[in-house]
């Protein structure tokens, strides 16, 4: 039986699945789980609470106490890049920690020895998202993805983390859940709608296109879910 982990940072973006679905919920690690039954398999259903912490528990949760055999991430960014506008889905290719910064040694910005500079997605998994975004007739990029603790709302802040990761978006949870997925060998998906432009007032931006976002996000999550099941 395949398990499918559907994993957002906030309640809001989990809630257009949990509206489709009944469930039941389990308790664990200072989180709630929700279990649904789906085609032959099933899925876990949880928002982890923001950051990289956070979202990293709640990614080795789902994989070793749920037994999750693949993770699709579905949630809101900051877009970075001129061509991705509010409401636009991003699928990452790969990931890097913006906030990581021992380059008093010399390393690069974002690199933590022993560890992947930029973790990549898995490869198949993107083809099935590209492929459900086609079927639900969505446009969908590409890209790189720059996370972090921080909310991103200057312009400066983001023309330095655009130039310096050569990123399409930041938000504060994709990095350390593909790190988690690369570590167990779980693949995965980590996919965004852009909600702000990571600039002066993305705040208000934010809180007014939360929503839209993250159901855009959500909706191309269940598809992608649903062929992965039809491949298997
Ligand atoms: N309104 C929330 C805080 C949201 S923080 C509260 O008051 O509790 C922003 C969330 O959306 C994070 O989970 C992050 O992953 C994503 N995000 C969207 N736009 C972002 C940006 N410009 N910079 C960083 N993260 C962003």
């Known amino acids: 039986m395949m398990i499918v982990a559907i994993l957002g940072a906030m309640r809001e973006e989990i809630e257009p699945i949990l509206e489709r679905f009944q469930y039941t919920s389990v308790e664990y690690a200072n989180n709630t789980f929700y279990l649904i039954d ?52 991003l699928l990452a290719t790969s990931l890097v920690q913006h906030d990581v910064d021992i380059c008093a040694f010399g390393h690069k910005a974002g690199f933590i020895p022993e560890t992947s500079h930029y973790i990549k997605t898995n490869e198949d998994l993107n083809k099935i998202a590209l492929k459900s975004a086609k079927d639900l007739k969505l446009s969908i990029k590409e890209g790189i993805i720059a996370t972090s603790d921080q909310f991103i709302c200057s312009s400066d802040k983001k023309e330095w983390i655009k130039n310096t990761f050569n990123a399409d978006a930041c938000e504060m949870e994709g990095a350390s859940v593909a790190l988690v997925c690369e570590a167990f060998k779980i693949p995965c998906v980590i996919l965004r709608a852009i909600s ?28 992608i879910c649903e062929n992965l099941k039809k491949k298997l």
């Open 38 to 89: 789906y085609a032959q398999g099933k899925m876990v259903v949880a928002y982890s609470k923001i950051g990289k912490v956070n979202s990293a528990i709640t990614a080795s949760v789902m994989i070793e106490h749920f037994k999750a055999d693949y993770l699709i991430f579905t949630g809101v960014a900051g877009s970075l890049n001129a061509d991705l506008k509010i409401g636009d889905l």
């Open 196 to 223: 702000d432009e990571a600039g002066k007032e993305a705040e208000i931006s934010f809180d007014t296109f939360l929503k839209i976002a993250a159901t855009n996000s959500a909706n191309l999550a269940l598809k």
